[in-house]
């Protein structure tokens, strides 16, 4: 599995691809059994020996590739929202069983689905309002070993309460820069309009965490600041999520990403 690279796949949601760099001037790379060492034949006659046989996999030991997609990256609260995940291995097409999971915890209903034809599919109108990490744990085979879906990130938009209303809110989140240095603070906005005059608090997210002193920020006329810095380099995905009130629905406000130098 690769590694992040900054400002080449920072936004890529899930497992990162794997990138591979080969020095200007020299050949091209060789991979897998290709990459063999050639040596010369103890005559000196320049001819190379074959690569070795790759040597057979041990039951169960096989690595799979997974991938998971959501049927709607946001949804409201109540509405179904389907998982899908395909597991893929360089044998016969994987078996078994797979486990959606919600931050960790099973999805109600969506525990030990069984793969046909490698894919199975969760749907669930169980999320509460928030940003959930969905993940699918495979249970592996005789074959391939156990494996790991995503994390893929799901928004649910909902109404707070059975008081609340379900009049849309336009919600917005800005920053008073896009890119600062390490150490720097930065003015985070998230501004509501429409519906109700909006009470109730921000929480502003970085990832799946709250930003540092700013977990429920008050309203004050429809709009909410947080002051932040961050230590090292990086990206980070930034949201507001509304906690609603007694006449206005709870909400998301964002992505937006800050780069960090």
């Known amino acids: 599995q690769g590694a992040r690279i900054p400002n080449f796949n920072d936004d890529y949601m899930g497992a990162a691809p794997d990138v591979g760099a080969a020095e200007a001037g020299k050949p091209a790379m060789k991979f897998g059994v290709a990459a063999a ?10 001819t190379t020996t074959a690569p070795p046989a790759a040597p057979p996999a041990s039951s169960g030991g096989l690595p799979v590739s997974t991938s ?21 291995g360089n044998g016969a097409t994987p078996t078994g069983t797979l486990t959606f ?41 005789s074959t391939y070993a156990t494996g790991t879906a995503g994390p893929l990130t799901q928004t649910v938009t909902g109404k707070s309460g059975s008081t609340g209303s379900t009049t ?24 509501l309009s429409g519906g109700n005059t909006p009470g109730g608090t921000i929480n502003f997210q970085d990832g799946l965490g709250s930003v540092a002193g700013c977990a429920a920020v008050p309203l004050a006329n429809g709009v909410a600041t947080c002051s932040a810095s961050w230590s090292a380099a990086g990206s980070h995905s930034l949201r507001g999520l509304y906690s609603g009130d007694a006449r206005n629905g709870a909400g998301i406000a964002g992505p937006l990403t800050e780069k960090v130098t």
């Not at 060492?37 to 320049?46: P, V, W």
């Open 37 to 46: 060492s050639s040596s010369s034949s103890a005559g000196g006659t320049g």
């Open 68 to 88: 998971i997609l959501s049927s709607a990256p946001s949804v409201a609260a109540g509405v179904n929202v389907g998982f899908t995940v395909h597991v893929m």
């Open 168 to 191: 849309a809110l336009a919600l917005s989140i800005d920053s008073s820069a896009y890119t600062i240095a390490h150490g720097t603070k930065v003015t985070l906005t998230v501004r």
């Open 101 to 141: 999971m919600d931050n960790g915890a099973p999805i109600a209903s969506c525990g030990s689905m069984l793969l046909g034809l490698g894919t199975a599919r969760c749907l669930t109108n169980t999320l509460a309002a928030g940003v959930h990490s969905i993940t699918a744990q495979y249970s592996g085979n």
